[in-house]
């Protein structure tokens, strides 16, 4: 089931849910689901509401009143206003933390004894089909990277690995967006990785049951077209699993929490010589059973 944050100007934001064939958006309010976001809903909804919606994703559009069909809706990034920063993974695929040494000019032993842990703020997240700054006047080193996101759904705190899987809501994607020059610079990612405009997010999140477990997804990322990324999810160094637990032994992990799990090679700063983004860029970031999250640099 994939949920949507989605305006039909001049309308406030509203949430809905996609139809199976995914033409057509059927508000949430139709049914008297009311909540005003998404975090609230991942915190509130019921067990009963999430069944009534995915009994509600299989009806013809003609039998749900009020049914946009999704060319007209603007859809928003699923979580457009996150509460708190991105937790991050970085160079969590065997293959980027090779591209990464290579371009830092740094020694590579092949050996990842523990996860690299970071935030990116998050005043407000891009929205799909939405602009990235490409700030020419602080950085020349603008690089792209898809990454699968894991929402919390259910508050975790000391859980074990085989409890996570019941903590999960959903999946989205998120675009990492890196200034690499201001991320060296500092040495800690915060700075490069956090500027206004550095989160896209969408198109949708697709609630945990719709996937298998763990997710075993393609996850490719396209320039103008030209296949930069391609692997998979099952590609992991540090799994879900192993993430969630163990950043819950010490982080009470909130409902709507996002943890973005790193991206796999094929960045800009692993090709010689580097290909970073510049203005009128398009890049396409696709992970099987989510859909695609594109946006422009500008």
């Given at each position: ?6 305006q039909l100007e001049p309308f406030p ?227 879900i699993d192993q993430v969630v637990s ?9 409902p709507g929490t996002i943890i973005s ?38």
């Amino acid at each position: 089931m994939k949920l949507v944050t989605y305006q039909l100007e001049p309308f406030p934001a509203s949430l809905g849910v996609m139809n199976l064939d995914e033409t057509w958006i059927y508000p949430l309010r139709s049914f008297e689901i009311e909540y005003d976001t998404m975090e609230t809903l991942i915190r509130e909804i019921s067990e009963g509401e999430m069944q009534r919606l995915e009994y509600i994703s299989s009806r013809s559009p003609e039998a749900v009143p009020g049914a946009v069909p999704i060319k007209d809706a603007r859809l928003l990034a699923p979580i457009p206003h996150p509460k708190q920063d991105i937790i991050c993974l970085g160079i969590n695929y065997m293959a980027h933390a090779e591209e990464s040494a290579r371009f830092k000019k740094e020694d590579f032993d092949g050996q990842r004894p523990h996860a690299v842990y970071f935030s990116k703020r998050a005043n407000e997240a891009v929205n799909p089909g939405g602009c990235i700054p490409s700030y020419s006047d602080i950085t020349d080193s603008l690089d792209y990277e898809a990454e699968l996101a894991v929402i919390i759904g259910k508050e975790a705190k000391n859980i074990s690995a085989d409890q996570v899987r019941s903590h999960i809501f959903g999946y989205t994607i998120i675009n990492d967006v890196s200034a690499r020059d201001l991320q060296n610079r500092h040495s800690q990612w915060y700075f490069g990785k956090s500027l206004d405009g550095f989160l896209p997010m969408g198109p949708c999140i697709v609630t945990a049951a719709s996937l298998p477990y763990p997710p075993s997804l393609s996850i490719r990322s396209l320039v103008n077209g030209e296949l930069r990324q391609d692997s998979n999810t099952s590609l992991l160094i540090f799994g879900i699993d192993q993430v969630v637990s163990e950043l819950s032994r010490g982080i009470t992990l909130k409902p709507g929490t996002i943890i973005s799990t790193g991206t796999p090679a094929g960045v800009g700063m692993g090709f010689h010589p580097p290909r970073f983004l510049k203005p009128g860029d398009q890049v396409d970031c696709v992970i099987e059973g989510i859909g695609t999250l594109s946006n422009t640099v500008k």
